[in-house]
């Protein structure tokens, strides 16, 4: 075991530094985490997303987003985890060499699955989902960067709307 994660923390610092000495392209990945706000009836929680772009001009990036929040559900005590997919325009404003600020809308869906106990039935649900958001990149080369964003995501539920803003913190790839 020990042997194989060796062999992955070297392969996986050998890629970043290939990575890194290339030029950077129209595609981006970027990997966040962080923490989520309380709504009207889910507590606060982790959220997480995973996104890739493509770059049009100097202002203009297209992204698709994967995302997951949790937290627990009020008044009933189990964890809930909704999925969301997103297509979100961005705006991009370079300031310096290795940073910037960015801005978007995102439109989609969410999926929640089923949750049941003794007394209450959740049943699963897909709904529609928008957020927007904000955040600024710092590039340390070309190519690999941190993120930090807020965003405030909005679904339309049954049993009543969320509207949980986050923080997240993540990792940026142009290539």
Partial sequence: MRKLVLALGILFAAGGTAMAQTSAGPW??????????QSEWLDSGLVGSVGVGYTFGDHFALNFHAGYLEGKIRYFGAKDAILTLMVAPEFVFDFAANNQFYAFV???SAYRGEKSTNIYYIP?????????GVGYRHF???SVGLSFQITMTHINAT??????????????VRF
């Fill in 124 to 132: 699963s649900e897909t709904a529609f989902a928008a957020e927007v």
């Fill in 28 to 37: 981006s990945f970027q990997f966040q985490a962080g923490y989520t706000s």
């Fill in 106 to 108: 995102g439109v989609g």
């Fill in 140 to 142: 340390f080369n070309e």
């Fill in 159 to 172: 049993g009543g709307n969320l509207d949980p803003v986050d923080a997240r913190l993540g990792l940026a």
